[in-house]
T-cell receptor, first 114, second 115 residues
Framework: KQEVTQIPAALSVPEGENLVLNCSFTDSAIYNLQWFRQDPGKGLTSLLLIQSSQREQTSGRLNASLDKSSGRSTLYIAASQPGDSATYLCAVVNYGGATNKLIFGTGTLLAVQP | EAQVTQNPRYLITVTGKKLTVTCSQNMNHEYMSWYRQDPGLGLRQIYYSMNVEVTDKGDVPEGYKVSRKEKRNFPLILESPSPNQTSLYFC??????????????FGPGTRLTVL
């Protein structure tokens, strides 16, 4: 059964710092992996989607990488800002067993201090 | 504007009173799904649909029903709500690329309280 874990569960950094969020999954048979941000009490906003055949995706200050063989993805945020404060979630779509389900990680709560 | 809409946004009800939460998308997406989000448990998928009249169970389907009679709509039905279904519910949709769902777009959420 696919399990998705995000470490750390919470992170506090000063403004301007570069940071890395981690997402680990136990079953490497995935179609894709997606990163989201969620503001308190709000819905999820898609940040980046990486297909299984890709190694990384970039959007502005965000860069996401995928290493299927090790079951890991990282989200790199450059020059963090207070507006980046939110919960960051990753989710995978499996192609083995439970196909076409989305399985979410536990999330990382990020606080960027001004 | 491309979006996923949910109604109602907030709902307080009593045990056993049937309710429906509507979800609609205007992006012509094939894939639609429902999730619940609970503190400490994260986001869990309830049901998903690959296309009209095609639905399948997610990880926590017990106590819920869905239907997909039109491509744009995917209502979530609680026939006899119980307090353990108090939660924040999200609907999402995406295109299907090949045989699997692609980038997910989420609705704003429905906060349900069952007394």
């Amino acid at each position: 059964k696919q399990e998705v874990t995000q470490i750390p569960a919470a992170l506090s950094v000063p403004e301007g710092e570069n940071l890395v969020l981690n997402c680990s999954f136990t079953d490497s048979a995935i179609y894709n992996l997606q990163w989201f941000r969620q503001d308190p009490g709000k819905g999820l906003t898609s940040l980046l989607l990486i297909q299984s055949s890709q190694r990384e995706q970039t959007s502005g200050r965000l860069n996401a990488s995928l290493d299927k063989s090790s079951g890991r993805s990282t989200l790199y945020i450059a020059a963090s800002q207070p507006g980046d404060s939110a919960t960051y979630l990753c989710a995978v779509v499996n192609y083995g067993g439970a196909t076409n389900k989305l399985i979410f990680g536990t999330g990382t709560l990020l606080a960027v201090q001004p | 504007e491309a979006q996923v809409t949910q109604n109602p946004r907030y709902l307080i009800t009593v045990t056993g009173k049937k309710l429906t939460v509507t979800c609609s998308q205007n992006m012509n997406h094939e894939y639609m799904s429902w999730y619940r989000q609970d503190p400490g448990l994260g986001l869990r998928q309830i049901y998903y649909s690959m296309n009209v009249e095609v639905t399948d169970k997610g990880d926590v389907p017990e106590g819920y029903k869905v239907s997909r009679k039109e491509k744009r709509n995917f209502p979530l039905i609680l026939e006899s709500p119980s307090p353990n279904q108090t939660s924040l519910y999200f609907c999402a949709s995406s295109l299907i690329i090949g045989t699997h769902p692609n980038e997910q777009f989420f609705g704003p959420g429905t906060r349900l309280t069952v007394l």
